[in-house]
T-cell receptor, first 111, second 116 residues
Framework: NAGVTQTPKFRVLKTGQSMTLLCAQD?????MYWYRQDPGMGLRLIHY???????AKGEVPDGYNVSRLKKQNFLLGLESAAPSQTSVYFCATRSGLVEQFFGPGTRLTVL | AQSVTQLDSQVPVFEEAPVELRCNYSSSVSVYLFWYVQYPNQGLQLLLK??????LVKGINGFEAEFNKSQTSFHLRKPSVHISDTAEYFCAVSESGPGGYNKLIFGAGTRLAVHP
């Protein structure tokens, strides 16, 4: 029972490159979230999903796209990375209750 | 939209001393409140939560928090800290929306540094 896992753990990109971050969960939770964490700003919601095949924008969605083709996976894509997207990215899941469970994070640097 | 203010960005304290990390939120309507802890280079772990009922909430690792509706506060306390409590602590409030989703609104975090 792995809980919430994120792939990769670290990544360095050059400006303009693209990449996809994978969040996988084995808890059968309906809701999944992508956050970014920046110093002094806490965590900010990028996109979220209320179930398989659905996605919606959060607080800071620009420059990101997401997909939820399977219930257990939530993908975050950067089509053309920018230095402003240097951050630590966290995935979280939720069942019917309000508590969210977080993955270990992906540290992304864009040069 | 709701907001969360953590009043101290850093709190230095000596081992075995008591500590209070302060958190205020903006909404006066019914809320769900959380404290999460993040150890270096790790994800967030739930310390405790307030959903309803008793205003004094006990969590893991000896932490507790008190919900004060009139002051819209949810301060975190521990009577005696250990070196291992050194971490960043985040206060969060749950905000509901259409379709049954909810999202967490986080404060900026408080870095607790416990010194020997």
């Amino acid at each position: 029972n792995a809980g919430v896992t994120q792939t990769p753990k670290f990544r360095v990109l050059k400006t303009g490159q693209s990449m996809t971050l994978l969040c996988a969960q084995d808890m059968n939770h309906e809701y999944m979230y992508w956050y970014r964490q920046d110093p002094g700003m806490g965590l900010r919601l990028i996109h979220y999903s209320v179930g398989e095949g659905t996605t919606a924008k959060g607080e800071v969605p620009d420059g990101y796209n997401v997909s939820r083709l399977k219930k257990q996976n939530f993908l975050l894509g950067l089509e053309s990375a920018a230095p402003s997207q240097t951050s630590v990215y966290f995935c979280a899941t939720r069942s019917g209750l309000v508590e969210q469970f977080f993955g270990p994070g992906t540290r992304l640097t864009v040069l | 939209a709701q907001s969360v203010t953590q009043l101290d960005s850093q709190v230095p304290v000596f081992e075995e001393a008591p500590v209070e990390l302060r958190c205020n939120y903006s909404s006066s309507v019914s809320v769900y409140l959380f404290w999460y802890v993040q150890y270096p280079n790790q994800g967030l772990q739930l310390l405790l939560k307030y959903l309803s009922g008793s205003t004094l909430v006990k969590g893991i690792n000896g932490f507790e928090a008190e919900f004060n509706k009139s002051q819209t506060s949810f301060h975190l306390r521990k009577p005696s800290v250990h070196i291992s409590d050194t971490a960043e602590y985040f206060c969060a409030v749950s905000e509901s929306g259409p379709g049954g989703y909810n999202k967490l609104i986080f404060g900026a975090g408080t870095r607790l540094a416990v010194h020997p």
